[in-house]
């Protein structure tokens, strides 16, 4: 069965760094675009990060852009994103997700989807 989980999620002060994982099992990562997404309880979703597959070509939301930097490993089936100079502000669910044709962060243009890891950030 195709799956994606996190981890890596957890409580840092603002200014701190982070490396969230996904790993992927029951499908190769490497013939999918990948996104990384959050939510903020009472907010929309909001995709962050984007890969594609044939080129590694990257796209950040504006609010991340400089901060995160999302990257694969083949070899392990799995996506990570390193985010630094945390702020309050991207405390949030992060969820990965994989597309097959999939261009930017919308998230309905993704067909696979982690459960999410808790990332909070504060004093």
């Known amino acids: 069965q195709v799956q994606l989980v996190e981890s890596g999620g957890g409580s840092v002060q603002p200014g701190e760094s982070l490396r969230l994982s996904c790993a992927a099992s029951?499908?190769?990562?490497?013939?999918?675009?990948i996104g990384w997404f959050r939510q903020a309880p009472g907010e929309q979703r909001e995709g962050v990060a984007f890969m594609s597959t044939s080129d590694g070509s990257t796209q950040y939301s504006n609010s991340v852009y400089g901060r995160f930097t999302i990257s694969r490993a083949h070899a392990e089936n799995a996506v990570y994103l390193k985010m630094h100079s945390l702020k309050p502000e991207d405390t949030a669910v992060y969820y990965c997700?994989?597309?097959?044709?999939?261009?930017?962060?919308?998230?309905?243009?993704?067909?696979?989807w982690g459960q999410g890891t808790q990332v909070t950030v504060s004093s």
């Open positions: 997700a994989a597309g097959w044709a999939t261009i930017g962060l919308v998230a309905r243009d993704y067909d696979y």
């Open positions: 029951g499908f190769t990562l490497a013939g999918y675009a």
